[in-house]
């Protein structure tokens, strides 16, 4: 089983749609975690970091459930520009902090 | 905040030769530097970790006499892949960590390489 799990992708939508991406982890000593997007042909750029308590930025909105070890990521009213990888990212401490990257899930919206 | 700059952004040279890439923090200290290798539609591949001042740790099946990564100051990291070959083209991508392992990585703007 791979450390952090996502969606296979990709995920296809229309503009305005509202779409889920879901990540799971293997490790419960997992501390943090994080969204990336990432363009093509781009380096990844932090998106938002998930908090158990859940946070919202604008259109997206970032869940943690410790209990299940599941990570989740809505984009709400999908704009064109929203199309990008979007990797899901997990930092545990086992003896020295390692941070392990999901393979991500592709997202295109269409107008 | 939290700016990485990450020079050249693309280098074409021929075989044989050795190529250096840089990678700076900008607006803060990096206590750690990760190196990494990307191919078309493949995930990030982590090459290797260094702290300021000492060797770095290299991934399993990364030859660190290939991959040379020197991280002299707390804002500057280079990789220099010596004697390259048309298979070492790829996309390289810098990130930084400042503080604790926990707090999330900013990266660079990426290298493309390619050599002929």
């Known amino acids: 089983r791979k450390e952090v799990e996502q969606d296979p992708g990709p995920f296809n939508v229309p503009e305005g749609a509202t779409v889920a991406f879901n990540c799971t982890y293997s490790n419960s000593a997992s501390q943090s975690f994080f969204w990336y997007r990432q363009d093509c042909r781009k380096e990844p750029k932090l998106l938002m970091s998930v908090y158990s308590s859940g946070n919202e930025d604008g259109r997206f909105t970032a869940q943690l459930n410790r209990a299940s070890q599941y990570i989740s990521l809505l984009i709400r009213d999908s704009k064109l520009s929203d199309s990008a990888t979007y990797l899901c990212v997990v930092t545990l401490n086992t003896g020295g902090f390692k941070t392990i990257f999901g393979a991500g899930t592709r997202l295109f919206v269409k107008a | 905040g939290a700016v990485v700059s990450q020079h050249p952004s693309w280098v074409i040279c021929k075989s044989g030769t050795s190529v250096k890439i840089e990678c700076r923090s900008l607006d803060f200290q990096a206590t750690t530097m990760f190196w990494y290798r990307q191919f078309p539609k493949q995930s990030l591949m982590l090459m290797a970790t260094?702290?300021?001042?000492?060797?770095?740790?290299?991934e399993q099946g990364v030859e660190k006499d290939k991959f040379l990564i020197n991280h002299a100051s707390l804002t500057l990291s280079t990789l220099t892949v010596t004697s390259a070959h048309p298979e070492d083209s790829s996309f390289y991508i810098c990130s930084a960590r400042t503080g604790i392992g926990n707090q999330p990585q900013h990266f660079g703007d990426g290298t493309r390489l390619s050599i002929l």
């Open positions: 260094s702290n300021e001042g000492s060797k770095a740790t290299y």
